[in-house]
């Protein structure tokens, strides 16, 4: 898969992060080519949610060592606005109600001030409104969800379709999926996984973070991660995640606790 | 010594006792409303402006922020008047029968009198005075009991003009009365308005005042409100102005049984601001709605003061007021509640939300409930804080950058008080105007 004396879309190197002075990732290191879908898994704690986070650039998540570079660039300064034109897109665990800005709006918004930043005219609003209704159409959203604030009184099923079909009006190179299969039964998380193989694409890389194996069956990876203790404890193939499933995190938390 | 200090009048209150004896031979009225007008004086005389150690001006120590009392605004002349002609435009472009007022003062070529639908008079309140119309006698200073309460004693002692407007026994106005009152003089000067409104049996009408001032005026507004039983009456207040403008406001109404009533405060400008509304329930089935936004910056003051007294039985009122702080504001907000002893089956709540966007802004909220009877619902709600920084990392993980993020979510929070506006194109202005706002502070 991976190419020679090309740049990598990502790499993190040697990452270190703090969240509330305490050190959550403690050296962690990742690449990812274009074209590349790769899994994250670990257990509860292992630092999964604050890989995500840190990369998307939540504040009060202090990389205190090491760099993640987006083609070759440090993106751990930029805002998390700058990242995002830049083409990361994290699609979030708990996706937040926002009371009072309708789905629509929040859409046209993002999707405008991205476009403006990378140098490109707005969307007109009649083709705005047909890519929304087409890609909201393939996710099963209803189109009355689209008038109602953004997530509020949402299922949790409804958030997470709502976070893909960001994730397909956005267009990212580098898509982070955070736990987007907690909480979906298994036609939503049908749904979901179809929207996020049709984003798959030779230009496009993913990072799918999880803790179940299941996901996996519709997302299929390319490279497989166990994340522990804040590092990348292991790396394979997909089979990887098969036997993750069989045997449980057991073995990797006892592997992470020796070599910390 | 201190207590010859204490009686001793401030220059603002010895100014505004001049002021009156000096302009009485000139202020419209005779017999009961030059009566009304002596005792409101002398009641002025005695209390002098609110200050500090009133309790419903605790937040709002209007002695001290006044330091001084401008002269009593003259007849306004043309170029006043050719300045006033886009007064009020904050309103939008909505079809409203435009009634002026420049520098507190009826200006019959601005207004627009003409073909005035079945049921609905319209009237300068100087003329009305001066001519001594049957509802001035009926409702004119009686509207609401306002003992101890300086700034209407003084409005009432130095009213000078508005508007009267009458909407007759179920008579249902299409297009909204909007009563427009700007301060255009080129001197600073002291304003006095008062306007009546009587919304009779089963009326209906929308009426939108817009407040705006040159530099440095003062501005004393009272309206007094008579909404009939079954009528259903919509009436919305706009203030802007300079950041050195004082601009205080009494609203005192008195609504039937079986109305709906709906009023919104919106204030978007003024240096220091005094909104009460005093709202009295006298029939029963009655459904109110009182809400407001504000959006404040640099040092306004804007307070915002609401007693809703349910005097009869089974009115459900609604409060709800949001304010957006920046810079270092200060937003207060007082509401009394008051039910009395057989206003039995009260639905009564009040929610007031403050939205901090500096460490320097102050939000003082101070609700209250007085109940004297037992079968009631009552409540109220407080809220001051911060942007959500949650939601804002989530708007800018989409690639929506600070400000912008933090302007949708401003807009979403003042939104959400604005929605309870039922005139849509009104709606949208109020909506405009906050945009703007944000534009202005970098949004």
Not at chain 2, 189 to 215: Q, Y
Request: charged letters at 25%; aromatic letters at 4%; hydrophobic letters at 45%.
């Amino acid at each position: 898969m991976r190419r020679k004396h090309e740049v990598p879309m990502l790499e993190v190197k040697n990452l270190h992060v703090n969240v509330d002075d305490r050190e959550i990732l403690k050296g962690l290191d990742l690449t990812v080519n274009k074209g590349e879908v790769h899994a994250i898994m670990g257990p509860n704690g292992s630092g999964k949610s604050t890989l995500a986070y840190v990369m998307a650039g939540k504040p009060g998540y202090q990389a205190t060592e090491g760099e993640i570079l987006l083609d070759g660039e440090n993106v751990l300064a930029m805002e998390p606005d700058e990242r995002a034109a830049k083409g990361v897109f994290l699609a979030f665990q708990y996706p937040l109600e926002i009371p009072g800005v309708a789905t629509m709006t929040f859409l046209r918004t993002a999707l405008n001030a991205q476009r403006k930043k990378r140098g490109q005219a707005e969307l007109s609003t009649p083709e705005f409104l047909k890519t929304v209704r087409e890609t909201a159409g393939m996710l099963e959203i209803d189109q009355e969800m689209l008038r109602r604030a953004v997530n509020v009184g949402f299922s949790g099923g409804e958030k997470k379709r709502n976070e893909i079909l960001q994730m397909a009006l956005l267009q990212p190179r580098l898509c982070v999926l955070d736990e987007t299969d907690s909480g979906l039964d298994i036609d939503a998380l049908k749904i979901v996984a179809d929207g996020v193989n049709r984003l798959r694409s030779p230009e496009r890389a993913m990072i799918v973070i999880t803790h179940y194996q299941r996901l996996l069956n519709h997302i299929v990876p390319d490279v497989v991660h166990v994340l522990s203790r804040g590092r990348i404890a292991k790396t394979g193939g997909k089979e990887l995640a098969l036997e993750l499933e069989a045997k449980g995190y057991a073995e990797f938390q006892d592997e992470a606790a020796l070599a910390s | 010594m201190n207590a010859e200090v204490r009686s001793m009048k401030t220059n603002a209150e010895q100014a505004l006792a001049e002021a009156f004896v000096s302009a009485k031979p000139t202020l419209p009225g005779d017999g009961q409303v030059s009566a009304l007008r002596e005792a409101a004086f002398r009641s002025f005389e005695a209390e002098g402006l609110p200050h500090r150690r009133i309790e419903e001006w605790k937040y709002t120590d209007l002695r001290a922020l006044m330091r001084d009392a401008k002269p009593i605004a003259g007849t306004p002349d043309a170029a006043a008047k050719s300045r006033a002609k886009s007064a009020g435009l904050l309103v939008g472009d909505i079809d409203a029968r435009r009634i002026v007022f420049v520098d507190g003062m009826f200006v019959p070529e601005l207004s627009d009198l003409a073909n005035l639908s079945p049921g609905l008079t319209i009237r300068s309140m100087a003329e009305a005075m001066a001519a001594g119309d049957p509802q001035l006698a009926a409702h004119l200073g009686k509207v609401v009991s306002s003992e101890r309460e300086g700034v209407l004693a003084l409005n009432t002692a130095l009213m000078r003009d508005g508007a009267l407007v009458r909407v007759a026994k179920g008579a249902t106005l299409e297009r909204p009365i909007h009563l427009v009152f700007a301060a255009t003089g080129a001197r600073p000067a002291s304003v006095f308005t008062r306007s009546l409104v009587v919304i009779e049996e089963g009326a209906r009408a929308m009426l939108v005042e817009s407040h705006d001032a040159a530099a440095a005026h003062q501005v004393n507004t009272a309206l007094e409100l008579v909404v009939g039983d079954g009528a259903h009456f919509d009436h919305i207040k706009i203030t802007s102005g300079p950041s050195d403008l004082i601009h205080v406001s009494s609203l005192m109404a008195a609504i039937g049984a079986r109305a709906r009533f709906n009023d919104f405060a919106f204030n978007i400008g003024g240096g220091v601001v005094r909104n009460q509304l005093f709202v009295r329930f006298d029939g029963e089935g009655t459904l109110a709605g009182i809400r407001g936004a504000s959006l404040l910056k640099g040092k306004q003051h804007v307070d915002t003061t609401v007693v809703a007294e349910h005097k009869a039985g089974g009115c459900q009122s609604r409060e709800m007021f949001a304010a957006v702080l920046d810079g270092e504001s200060r937003g207060v907000f007082q509401g009394k509640i008051i039910v009395q002893p057989h206003a039995q089956q009260t639905d009564a709540k009040m929610m007031t939300r403050a939205l901090l966007l500096s460490e320097e802004a102050e939000a003082d909220n101070k609700p209250e409930l007085e109940i004297f009877a037992d079968d009631v619902q009552c409540g109220h709600g407080a809220t001051t804080g911060a942007l959500d920084q949650d939601l804002k990392f989530y708007l800018m993980a989409r690639g929506i950058p600070e400000p912008e993020a933090e302007a949708l979510l401003v807009q979403a929070f003042v939104g959400e008080a604005i929605e309870g506006i039922e005139h849509a194109g009104l709606r949208d202005a109020l909506m405009e105007q906050v945009v703007a706002w944000l534009k202005a502070r970098g949004g």
